[in-house]
């Protein structure tokens, strides 16, 4: 079974930068599609950055973009997400996500069919 786990929250003052990580173990097949999701306290999750496993395109919700960058290490297994000029509005727990079934089709989480645990990222002003 496919598992994935984040690290590199915290909290930061406003301008700051995190990195976030994802690393993916277990899985019986390669996944297509990855990708950064957030969920604020009393907020539906929402997508936040996706990249393709096999051509590397990415995309970015429209609060993020400039700001954030998404990338991927294949010979670890790993998930990025790098963040920069953060503000209060990006608090929020954010998780991994893959997709092993389909190539990228958009930010929404219904087209993902794993999920780590989330790490937290809380940015004061």
């Known amino acids: 079974m496919g598992q994935l786990v984040e690290s590199g929250g915290g909290s930061v003052q406003a301008g700051g930068s995190l990195r976030l990580s994802c690393v993916a173990s277990g899985f019986t097949r390669s996944s297509r599609c990855m990708g950064w999701f957030r969920q604020a306290p009393g907020k539906e999750r929402e997508g936040v950055a996706i990249?393709?496993?096999?051509?590397?395109?990415?995309a970015y919700s429209d609060s993020v973009k400039g700001r954030f960058t998404i990338s991927q290490d294949f010979a670890t297994n790993s998930l990025y997400l790098q963040m920069n000029s953060l503000v209060p509005g990006d608090t929020a727990m954010y998780y991994c996500?893959?997709?092993?079934?389909?190539?990228?089709?958009?930010?929404?989480?219904?087209?993902?069919?794993?999920w780590g645990q989330g790490t937290q990222v809380t940015v004061s002003s």
């Open positions: 996500a893959a997709d092993d079934l389909l190539s990228c089709r958009g930010l929404a989480t219904t087209l993902f069919n794993y």
């Open positions: 990249i393709s496993t096999t051509g590397g395109a990415t």
